[in-house]
Each structure stands twice: as structure tokens, then as C-alpha cells.
């Protein structure tokens, strides 16, 4: 077996799942705000759980949840305390644990068409500034557009660290592997392939669409020679359509067990993913199904 990289689960409804402060629009911000000991113990959960890779709880830390003017006074510290909080609990594991800073949607999840690229460059980099210090790696979160894509690699081309770029898919397996913008993922990634990334993944999508996705960017990444590794982290969410108000509600779930996400899961490394988590509800329980399947492959 190759390597296999356990990335964490889902952080905002592991949050509420552990009971803490959580409500629509703050999300995952609010136990940084109020508890924040909750979001150390939902780190230290996913690395009990065998995670080689934390990503900050800084998803939330823009003006999309915080409001203009929580952001305009707290956005940098919060999306800092985030990244110091995760950096100590990965210190602390007695097993090496990398920390990877987010960038966020900067105008929300699934909505391209909010995107407004000055705004977002400002707001990209003031989390590229508050996290830097505290990460290994950097992963763009849920990006939903080439656009997106190529304004978030101009602020992260100031770092040597790794970065990853993680695109949402439109959750519809029955068509051909699309960005939610309608774009398609083979330009999605040929432009990340263009660019030298060190990793495309896909996220916050249904389980079901990711397969077809990681199998159109290994041939491109074979076809085109680049050093990228593959990465993916699905959620439990139900179908996410066209047009979703992600502040309005908080999205419906399904039943998807540890069994039955590691069953997708080995499809994914089939497929050419070497970097596996999870996203939206997707719970230390999931991942230590991962943990353990690569660490009896390893054995065995």
C-alpha cells in the first residue's frame, strides 16, 4: 500500500456534535469565540482518532459569518487564536501531526456567483497573515470556481509551505465531474496542474461525486508531469442544489457510517487520493476506520 495520509473530519458539526455553541451565521466561530476549549477538544478527538493532519478552525472567520463589524475587529485575532490552538494540541500529540492553515470561500460555501475577487484577495490574505505562523501547509477549503482558485494561489504564492487546493463539486454523479461553478473539473485541473500546485483535492461534496473527479485529475496530473498529490474529504450532507443559502439553515444530514464512508474511501485511493478526511459531518469515528485500514494494509 502506498502512502495514505489521514487528514481530520468535519470541525463545525463535530463541534456541535461535542456540545458546543453553535448556531447560524457564526458556524464553527462561535466555540472560538465563547469556548474555545470545545474546539481544542474536537482537534485533540480527531487526533485520538489516528489524524495526521489538523486543519484550523478558521472557516468561519470571515465577514460571510463573523458580520462586517466582528470581522472588521476580531477576524484577524480569531482566525490566529485558531491556528494557535490547533498548533498546540498537534505539539502536544505524541505522534508527528501537521497543522494545515485554511482559506475559506471568503462570501460562503457553494455560491460562485457571490464571488468578488478584490474583496476576497483582502480577505484571503488577512487569514494567509493571522494563520501563517502556527501552519505546515495551507489548504484552500471549498473552492467553487477557477476564479476562486487562481485569486487564492496569487495570495498563497508568498509561502514555500505546501499548499493544496481543494475544489466543491455540484453533487449530481449522473453527469460529468463539475466544479459548482458549472466549469469543468478537467480545466479545473489542468489550471491547478498550469500553476505547479503541490496538491488538488476535492471537498464538501456527496461521497458519490468525488470517484469520477480524482480519476479525471490523476490522468491530467500523469499527462502533464506535475509533483501533486491528491486529496479528498466528502461530507454528509444531503444534495446541495444550485443556489443554496448557506447562512439560512443548517444543511440536512444522512446516515453515513465509518463502515460505509471507508467503503467510498478505498475507492478514492484506488482512484489516485493518497490524502483522505473527511468534511460536514464526518466524525473522529469515520476516521479512525481510515486510520485503521491504512494501518492494517501497512501491516498485512
Given at each position: 500500500m502506498k502512502d495514505l495520509t489521514i487528514l481530520d473530519g468535519g470541525m463545525g458539526r463535530e463541534l456541535k456534535r461535542i456540545g458546543a455553541p453553535f448556531s447560524q451565521p457564526l458556524w464553527s466561530a462561535q466555540a472560538l469565540i465563547e469556548s474555545p476549549q470545545h474546539v481544542s477538544q474536537a482537534h485533540q478527538g480527531f487526533v485520538d482518532a489516528g489524524a495526521q493532519i489538523l486543519t484550523v478552525n478558521s472557516y468561519a472567520c470571515?465577514?460571510?459569518?463573523?458580520?462586517?463589524?466582528?470581522?472588521?475587529?476580531q477576524g484577524f485575532e480569531l482566525a490566529k487564536k485558531a491556528?494557535?490552538?490547533?498548533?498546540?494540541?498537534?505539539?502536544?500529540?505524541?505522534?508527528?501531526?501537521?497543522?494545515?492553515?485554511?482559506?475559506?470561500?471568503?462570501?460562503?460555501?457553494?455560491?460562485?456567483?457571490?464571488?468578488?475577487?478584490?474583496?476576497?484577495?483582502?480577505?484571503s490574505q488577512t487569514l494567509f497573515d493571522a494563520q501563517d505562523k502556527n501552519v505546515d501547509l495551507w489548504l484552500a477549503e471549498t473552492v467553487a470556481s477557477i476564479a476562486e482558485f487562481e485569486m487564492i494561489s496569487e495570495v498563497l504564492s508568498a509561502t514555500d509551505k505546501p499548499c493544496y487546493y481543494s475544489f466543491t463539486l455540484q453533487d449530481d454523479a449522473s453527469t460529468e465531474a463539475k466544479l459548482r461553478s458549472g466549469e469543468l473539473?478537467?480545466?479545473?485541473?489542468?489550471a491547478a496542474c498550469n500553476a505547479g500546485v503541490d496538491g488538488i483535492f476535492f471537498n464538501c461534496s456527496v461521497p458519490e461525486v468525488m470517484e469520477k473527479a480524482i480519476?479525471?485529475?490523476?490522468?491530467?496530473?500523469?499527462?502533464?508531469?506535475?509533483?501533486?498529490?491528491?486529496g479528498v474529504f466528502a461530507n454528509s450532507f444531503t444534495p446541495i442544489t444550485e443556489g443554496h443559502e448557506a447562512n439560512d439553515t443548517i444543511q440536512s444530514m444522512r446516515?453515513?457510517?465509518?463502515?460505509?464512508?471507508?467503503?467510498?474511501?478505498?475507492?478514492?485511493?484506488?482512484?489516485g487520493a493518497t490524502i483522505i478526511g473527511g468534511c460536514?459531518?464526518?466524525?473522529?469515528?469515520?476516521?479512525a476506520a481510515l486510520a485503521k485500514w491504512r494501518d492494517d494494509?501497512?501491516?498485512?
Open positions: 470571515v465577514p460571510f459569518h463573523l458580520g462586517e463589524e466582528l470581522y472588521s475587529t491556528s494557535e490552538i490547533t498548533r498546540e494540541v498537534a505539539d502536544k500529540s505524541a505522534t508527528k501531526v501537521l497543522v494545515a492553515g485554511s482559506i475559506p470561500p471568503a462570501f460562503g460555501s457553494y455560491r460562485p456567483d457571490l464571488f468578488e475577487v478584490n474583496e476576497a484577495r483582502v480577505i473539473v478537467v480545466d479545473a485541473a489542468k480519476a479525471i485529475t490523476h490522468s491530467v496530473i500523469k499527462e502533464t508531469g506535475v509533483d501533486a498529490v491528491i446516515e453515513l457510517s465509518p463502515a460505509d464512508y471507508l467503503e467510498l474511501a478505498k475507492s478514492w485511493y484506488q482512484a460536514c459531518g464526518i466524525q473522529p469515528s469515520h476516521i494494509s501497512e501491516e498485512s
